[in-house]
Nanobody, 123 residues
Framework: QLQLVESGGDMVQSGGSLRLSCKAFGTLLEYYTIGWFRQAPGKEREGVSC????????VYADFVKGRFSITRDNAWNMVYLQMNNLKPEDTGVYYC????????????????WGQGTQVTVSS
């Protein structure tokens, strides 16, 4: 059973940076596309970015293009989300998730989810 654990969330000022990490346990991460999602209070969960099994394909939501970067290290069973030039609207709980059904930012594609890490960006 694949288990995912996120870390790296924090409170930062607008314009700051954070790097989120997602660690996989229980099986090899290389079999799965990994996505990052976020959910703000009162809002639906939305896709932020995803990376294919070998890292060759990456998808970004329009609202993070040019600011966020997703990478993975299959040798260490890790996926990262580098977030630069953070804005208050980036505030939310960030989740990593895994799917064997291909690439995309639809949460319904993803079977395995972490518990989330809080990101708060102050203005």
């Amino acid at each position: 059973q694949l288990q995912l654990v996120e870390s790296g969330g924090d409170m930062v000022q607008s314009g700051g940076s954070l790097r989120l990490s997602c660690k996989a346990f229980g099986t090899l991460l290389e079999y799965y596309t990994i996505g990052w999602f976020r959910q703000a209070p009162g809002k639906e969960r939305e896709g932020v970015s995803c990376v294919s099994t070998n890292g060759g394909s990456k998808v970004y939501a329009d609202f993070v293009k040019g600011r966020f970067s997703i990478t993975r290290d299959n040798a260490w069973n890790m996926v990262y989300l580098q977030m630069n030039n953070l804005k208050p609207e980036d505030t939310g709980v960030y989740y990593c998730a895994a799917t064997g059904l291909g690439d995309g930012l639809d949460p319904q594609l993803y079977r395995y989810w972490g518990q989330g890490t809080q990101v708060t960006v102050s203005s």
